[in-house]
C-alpha cells in the first residue's frame, strides 16, 4: 500500500470533536452557552474564581453531634456474677488474669468491679476498683481486695 496524500488519516483518538456552543436550545448547549447566568457572571474576567460564603452558610451544612463524648478512656466492667461464673476458689484476680481468661479486652483502661448478682467464692483481688457493695460482697465471701 503506498503512501500518498489522500491514504493518510490521523492515528484513532488524536482528534477530539469539538463542543457545539450556542447552536439553539435543541441542541442541548444553548441558552446560556456554557457561560452561567447574565451580569457579571457572563462576562469574561468577571467574578473570582474561588466561590465565597459566610461563615453562617458552612456553618449550617455541617452534621452537628449532639451531646459530649469524653476523651478518657471507659473501664472496663466485671460483675460478681461474671467472677463466679469464671474463677476458681481461692483465685487472685487482676486485670491480666481478666484479659487471659476473655472477660475484657483492654486491661490498661482498669477494671471495675460491680455488684450485679453473687460471689460465693473466696478470692483476692488486686488491681481493681470496686463499688462499696462489690466491696463488701467479695468481703462476705472470705475474700479481700487490695487496690
Known amino acids: 500500500m503506498s503512501l500518498t496524500a489522500h491514504t493518510i488519516y490521523p492515528a484513532p483518538g488524536s482528534k477530539k470533536k469539538y463542543k457545539r456552543l450556542g447552536r439553539g436550545n435543541a441542541s442541548g448547549k ?4 456554557g457561560r452561567g447566568g447574565k451580569g457579571q457572571t457572563a462576562r469574561t474576567g468577571g467574578r473570582s474564581g474561588t466561590e465565597r ?40 484476680i487482676t486485670p491480666a488474669y481478666l484479659k487471659l481468661r476473655g472477660v475484657i479486652s483492654r486491661p490498661e483502661n482498669g477494671v471495675k468491679i460491680l455488684a450485679t448478682g453473687t ?22 465471701a472470705g475474700g479481700n481486695l487490695v487496690f
Not at 30 to 33: P, Q, V
Not at 69 to 81: C, D, F, G, H
Open 30 to 33: 444553548g441558552t446560556m452557552s
Open 119 to 140: 460471689l460465693s467464692k473466696k478470692v483476692s483481688v488486686s488491681g481493681c476498683v470496686a463499688s462499696k457493695a462489690a466491696v463488701e460482697a467479695i468481703e462476705k
Open 53 to 92: 460564603r459566610g461563615f453562617k452558610a458552612s456553618l449550617q451544612k455541617i452534621p452537628k453531634l449532639r451531646g459530649f463524648k469524653s476523651l478518657q478512656p471507659r473501664m472496663e466492667i466485671v460483675t460478681l456474677a461474671t467472677l463466679q461464673r469464671i474463677i476458681a476458689e481461692g483465685a487472685e
